[in-house]
DNA sequence: ATTGGCACTCGGGAAAGTTGAGTGCCAAGG
DNA sequence: CCTTGGCACTCAACTTTCCCGAGTGCCAAT
């Protein structure tokens, strides 16, 4: 129907509208800002439908209209059409991250490039341990019996751990545990690599006690949880701009960024590199979060995600554009990983 | 005089009223709960003079008085009685920290203990590179002519440098080196580290180019600023409560949170692990943070101090609570990194 | 020096009034 | 059947006015 896609027109104006000026919007604003060829009793009437269809709501009797969770859903669904970025945009991008060199860089700078690109605060998480693999384990003697392992991955990642041994290893001792250790797990994947380490002590059949320790202890930091949950976040000085009747909400945004659990949790859906994941207000598991939407998607090479990035704002917010700086930040971080590694 | 003491004392009920209401105080209230024996009249003689000498302020003529930035610096230079943590906390502090096992975790529990324990936004500073020494350098050769360094430092800290090498190297090249970087600094201070290494190439008069770029890597990564400048920062949420008037202040606030540099040079100011300094509003070099104090000290060997913390809060604070907690958990970090060390 | 008394100030909350954007509905016109 | 101009109605938000009471400064008395 004629009819069906001028009220969609409407919704989308309606959407644009809210998201520019913070307040709700009515039927003379629309017609004027949009040339919608009808007049405002018409946009009304469209409106009521739109209202029925449970898509936009008055915040009281006389006011204009706002957007539902429902109606952003929509929008984000089937009325974006993806801005690409400007070149001027691309380059500046492009020359930010090149300048990074080690991981902690890149990531440093991309936090702050998406907070600045799309005025929200962005997380970005580091590349899971999961997906990389064991470049290089190395066993550093600090006392005869204290070792320092350090694990680095294929992702530029590196884990340390320290293990107290009930014996003194000699230098010999230790070179042959490194070469062991090496010889087992380098180059797979962190749980090939797991098993590999698992394997090791009765192939060798030695007096188990300190290869299995630094086993254990190896094994620990490849599954370490914590370290999988390393996420940075950037720009939380933007919680501010939102500011304006958005106060109630900026608490429970501070709790949750410092709560990087859950902004895994916001982030794990959204682990394909190919497709950017909208979460609109309440449709999130928090409660508390129910006023504020995330725009994320997965980094790294797109048959194999190794992490997520994405940015948390109010519910009004400039998706498409939100999308667009998610996308190709998620791009370049994946384009730099993967140079890195070659 | 014995006027003058009266007039402290009404100073410090002050202050303590305020930072407890919130409110302006006026005298009535104050003899009502402070037990100062005199009249309300006699304390409204005191006021005069203390709002004479720029102590206290009213923020309208008929309101009561509030502490100026000179009130709450006498405060606490005179008036604060450091008061001891409960043993309670005193339990708490050290079943917290004591989880922690590599640098990160203290470092992270640090923050998290410091904000809870003082309701502010706490700021802990990461073991500086000046102060330790070299532990271990490790060279893993990641291709021929890809060189990965790591920098293990007596403090924990790990440092890694990527090098590109315009030639390749052998197995053997690479143990080489790796034994006469260690021999060269193992054990140093960094700054002497630094020294011998740059007299290495020479000193064996090979064909200097993979050994001097190796070793400028390494001083790089030594002398490297943007990891001294590592902070962390937590507890941000506390900000949100700070709210009622303080909205205002909450932007500036978070991009300062967001500029390392900014609170290093916060932190800088204290260093020494035996004295808690504090900087109130005005006195710090940022206009925008004239609403905010800083209360920090440092931590480490008390002749040798490898960092600092504190926390950031509006100058209305509760001072002797933050002094005493911060110098709590700065001595409690003290001993753990001390044992670690060992 | 301290204190009770007293007139004065003034921020801020309550009450009342005003405005105008926006709505829903209806009847007329394509 | 959709569109449109007209019209009465609603109600948040702003302005104005009013009032109250906490708090002050000063003074005269002790």
């Given amino acids: ?5 001028r009220r969609l027109a409407v919704l989308r104006a309606i959407v644009e509208d809210y998201v520019a000026t913070r307040e709700p919007v009515g039927s003379k604003a629309l017609v004027e800002r949009h040339k919608l060829g009808v007049s405002p009793a018409t946009v009304r009437n469209d409106m009521a439908v739109l209202e029925e269809e449970g898509l936009i709501a008055q915040p009281h009797t006389s006011a204009g209209r706002i957007p539902t969770d429902k109606g952003y859903r929509l929008f984000v669904d089937r009325l974006t059409r993806l801005k690409p970025m400007s070149s001027a945009e691309r380059r500046a991008i492009a020359s930010f991250l090149e300048g990074a060199h080690d991981l902690d860089d890149v990531i440093n700078r991309s936090v702050r490039l998406l907070a600045q690109l799309t005025q929200q605060v962005a997380i970005v998480q580091y590349p899971t341990l999961a997906r990389s693999t064991v470049r290089h384990i190395e066993v550093v003697a600090l006392t005869p019996s204290r070792l320092l392992l350090v694990l680095i991955l294929s992702t530029g990642r590196v884990e340390q751990r320290l293990v107290e041994l009930p014996v003194e290893l000699t230098d010999d001792d230790v070179a042959d545990l490194r070469s062991r250790l090496n010889r087992a797990a380098m180059g797979e994947r962190i749980t090939d690599a797991v098993s590999a380490l698992a394997a ?4 060798v059949g030695e007096t188990s006690t300190p290869t299995s320790l630094v086993v254990a ?3 620990e930091a490849m599954s370490n949880h914590r370290s999988d949950e390393r996420v940075v976040v950037g720009g939380t000085a933007n919680l501010a701009r939102f500011g304006e009747g958005f106060e109630s ?3 429970p945004m501070l709790e949750a960024l410092e709560e990087h659990v859950v902004l895994l949790k916001l982030l794990g859906e959204a682990t394909s590199p190919s497709t950017v994941t909208v979460r609109i207000g309440a449709e999130g598991p928090y409660e508390e979060l129910s006023r504020t939407s995330v725009v994320a998607t997965g980094y790294g090479p797109f048959d194999e995600p190794v992490g997520s990035l994405g940015i948390v704002g109010p519910t ?3 998706y498409p554009g939100s999308m667009a700086a998610v996308r190709a930040v998620a791009r370049y971080v994946s384009t730099i990983l993967d140079e890195s590694r070659s």
Same sequence: chains 1, 2.
Avoid: F, T, W, Y
Avoid at 1 to 5: F, K, L, N, R, S
Avoid at 200 to 203: D, K, S, Y
């Fill in 1 to 5: 129907m004629a009819h069906e896609d």
């Fill in 249 to 251: 909400a900026i608490k």
């Fill in 217 to 219: 202890s190896l094994v």
């Fill in 200 to 203: 090791l002590p009765q192939q």
């Fill in 316 to 318: 009004r917010m400039d």
